[in-house]
Each structure stands twice: as structure tokens, then as C-alpha cells.
Nanobody, 125 residues
């Protein structure tokens, strides 16, 4: 059974940093993209960042470019999202995802196969 388990969410002041982590298990993730999405209250889930298996292809949403950094550790099946210079508008539930390619994650043409349960990030002003 595939599981994606997020950790690292919480409350932080504007301008602060958080590091989200996602532990993946239950199958091999060789060749599979991993990424992060977020969902605001009352809105649909939106793409944040994605990284290819090799780490050679990375995409970010325009709203987080220059502030967020995605990385993955294939030996341990982890994916991380370092979030710096956080803003109140970054407040959302953040989801780890796996499956497909970085392009399909970014464009939404094919939803990821696997999702985590989500972790709340709250940025106070």
C-alpha cells in the first residue's frame, strides 16, 4: 500500500521559514515525479512545485518562485519543500503527491496517482 506522509507544517510569522517533508513508501518511485500542491479554503488544489526522479527537472508555480525550493532524496524516498519568506497568502493545506511527470503535475493534465493526507501551514501577519 502506497503511503505519502507529510510533516513540518505549523504556524509561522510572515517572513519566516518552514520545511515540509514527505516520506513515501509502499512501492518503488523510480522514474516517478514527486511534488507539492496546496489548497486554500473553498478553492481547488493548486500546483506548487514538482521534481523529476533525477532532480534534473524542477517546476515551480510563479507565486512561489525564488522563495520555495523542492528537493528529493531517492535513497530514502523523501521529498522536501523549503519555504522561505513566507507570506500570509501562503496559508493553506499542503499536500505531497507522486505520479506522472513534472509536466503533468504543473499543467494539471493528469492528476498524480498518490496523495498525502495534507499538512496545515499558517502564516500570520
Amino acid at each position: 500500500q502506497v503511503q505519502l506522509v507529510e510533516s513540518g507544517g505549523g504556524l509561522v510569522q510572515a517572513g519566516g521559514s518552514l520545511r515540509l517533508s514527505c516520506a513515501a513508501s509502499g512501492r518503488t518511485f523510480i522514474g516517478i515525479a514527486m511534488g507539492w500542491f496546496r489548497q486554500f479554503p473553498g478553492k481547488e488544489r493548486e500546483f506548487v512545485a514538482a521534481v523529476s526522479w533525477s532532480g534534473g527537472i524542477i517546476y515551480y508555480a510563479d507565486s512561489v518562485k525564488g522563495r520555495f525550493t523542492i528537493s528529493r532524496d531517492n535513497a530514502k524516498n523523501w521529498v522536501h519543500l523549503q519555504m522561505n519568506s513566507l507570506k500570509p497568502e501562503d496559508t493553506a493545506v499542503y499536500y505531497c503527491a507522486a505520479g506522472g511527470t513534472t509536466a503533468t503535475m504543473r499543467t494539471g493534465t493528469a492528476p498524480p496517482d498518490y496523495w498525502g493526507q495534507g499538512t496545515q501551514v499558517t502564516v500570520s501577519s
